[in-house]
Each structure stands twice: as C-alpha cells, then as structure tokens.
C-alpha cells in the first residue's frame, strides 16, 4: 500500500512538473502593424487613433514645398501640444515624441529641443474635440488636429 501511494505520489509530481515545463515555453504572438494597416473595429477613437491622424498630417507637411524643395534641412522646434479635448488625460507626449520621431525619420529636417534658439520653425500642435449627437441618438465625437509652423519672426 504504501508502494502504491508512493507510485502515485511520483506519479502526480511528475505529471505537475511536466505541465509546468510545458507552460513556460509558450509563445507569444504580439504583432506590430503599421498604421496605415490598421482595421478600426469599433467606433471609439483612442490615443493610436490620434497619433495615426497626426502622423498623416505631418507627412503631408513635409510634402510642402518649404520642406520638400529646400537646400539646406530647415531646423524644427515641436513646441508643446495643447490639448483642447473632453478627454484631460490624453498622453499628449506620446503624441510630442510621435511627431518628432516622425520629423526625424523623414531626413527633411532637423529636429531641436524647445531650449533652441537659433532655429527656423517652431511647431505649434492642438488637438481638439467635439460632440454631437447622430441620427441613431449615439453620441459622437469628432477630433480635430492642427499644426501650425511659425518662422523665427512670428510669422505664421
């Protein structure tokens, strides 16, 4: 009897042990997708949603003919995001380091710290929000991102 409970108890530590070894080799499957590929699947908009919007908006920037046909690489200051929405706790530094990571990327320009000086542009970012209601009675809302470049002068 006691050689069988044994048996048993082996057994069972040896059948524990073997599922645990197996658990800790699983796999993850984390996927990475580009923005441009991202399905939306609901109607809620978030965070990735306005970094999205935003990364659009500056690429169609650099596409500008101040950026697109200069000489020299002009110098950028991203000036501090405001944020003008219902939502308070937006990361709008998520957003901050996204555009500047953004300008970096592109090889156009040159991106400066907000202690710069000598520089050719300051970004100014704001985003903004509105609801309304639809014709189903769902709340909705709409956001809004505008960047604005201005010279050394103030000139928009």
């Known amino acids: 009897m006691k050689n069988t409970a044994k048996i048993l108890l082996t057994l069972t530590l040896a059948l524990f042990l073997g599922a645990c070894a197996q658990n800790t080799h699983r796999v993850s499957s984390v996927e990475i997708v580009d923005s441009a590929d991202r399905a939306k699947l609901d109607t809620d908009y978030g965070l990735s949603d ?22 020299q690489s002009p110098r950028i200051v991203v000036g501090k995001i405001t944020n003008n929405t219902h939502d308070e706790n937006l990361r709008v530094i998520d957003l901050h380091d996204r555009l500047q990571e953004v300008l970096l990327n592109s090889g156009q320009v040159r991106v400066l710290d907000r202690s710069a000086n000598s520089f050719d542009y300051i970004m100014h970012t704001e985003i903004t929000s509105g609801s309304h209601s639809s014709s189903d009675g769902q709340r909705k809302v709409d956001y809004t991102v505008k960047i604005k470049l201005f010279k050394v002068n103030g000139e928009l």
Not at 54 to 60: A, D, F, G, H, R
């Open 50 to 71: 306005i970094i999205a919007m935003s990364e659009n908006l500056t690429n169609k920037m650099l596409q500008h003919r101040v950026f697109a046909g200069a000489t």
